[in-house]
């Protein structure tokens, strides 16, 4: 059975490709035995490919679930919330009511926040995330963002509908960079929106640590010396876990 494989970030490196025709040997083929084939393929990947989560058609799916030649698959590193950047096309990936964007372009935190204001609400705050220059003695030059760009859309737009289910009536919108981001460069704005400020803060950063968790976003950094991709660093990484 041929299966086609996106890949992404450090594990596109590793393996030297982002698009993956592999041979699967047998009839019946599951994510996580797709994983174990391509981890005895690619020793030099396989600890990252163990660590990786598959995507059937744009959804993390389990170990166990059955793969089919016509599925669009994606192998997920851990993401960063990360080039295979296309700056040919600067153009914004946008969902269907205007909420969610990735775009290579520079972020406008006013544009961002005007899209959650309404006359209903009596608070809101906006999340910018902004590229750090030194962490430790180690001295970033910029940064360069990556995404599986249909499907980070339809996670942030989940992520949407998660705080709406949390917290009723609340708004929410995220904009995402992706390419190079300089020093003081914004790479993300999540804007908040809510009838009081308690919930704001607590949307705010339950979306912030979401989008961390769930949304195929890789960061590479570049330093001075060198440069490594960013990934997941707080613990065993499980974007299918329910942060509350």
């Known amino acids: ?72 698959i994606a192998l997920i590193p851990p993401v960063s919330g990360g080039s295979g950047t296309d700056p040919d096309q600067p153009v914004d990936h946008i969902t269907e009511d205007g909420m969610y964007v990735i775009t290579y372009l520079p972020l406008s935190v006013e544009e961002v926040t005007g899209k959650v204001i309404t006359a209903n609400h009596g608070a809101s705050i906006s999340f910018v995330g902004t590229t750090r220059e030194m962490t430790g003695n180690q001295r970033t030059v910029h940064l360069e963002y990556e995404a599986y760009i249909p499907m980070a859309l339809k996670q942030m737009s989940l992520i949407g509908s998660e705080i709406f289910s949390r917290w009723p009536g609340t708004r929410c919108a995220i904009s995402h960079r992706l390419g190079i981001v300089d020093i003081a460069g914004i790479s993300v704005i999540i804007a908040i929106s809510a009838p009081h400020r308690d919930t704001c803060y607590e949307a705010s950063r339950y979306a912030i640590e979401r989008l961390k968790q769930t949304v195929p976003i890789w960061k590479k950094e570049i330093w001075e010396d060198g440069s490594e991709w960013k990934g997941h660093q707080l613990g065993p990484w499980d974007p299918t876990v329910d942060l509350l």
């Open 1 to 72: 059975m041929k299966l086609l494989i996106h890949l992404f970030a450090g594990l596109a490196e590793r393996i030297g490709s982002s698009r993956l025709e592999f041979q699967y040997p047998d009839t019946a083929c599951t994510a996580g035995s797709l994983k174990t084939k391509l981890a005895e393929q690619y020793p030099d990947a396989a600890s990252l490919i163990r660590t990786s989560f598959v995507a059937v058609n744009q959804e993390y799916t389990p170990d166990a679930a059955p793969l089919k030649e016509d599925d669009e």
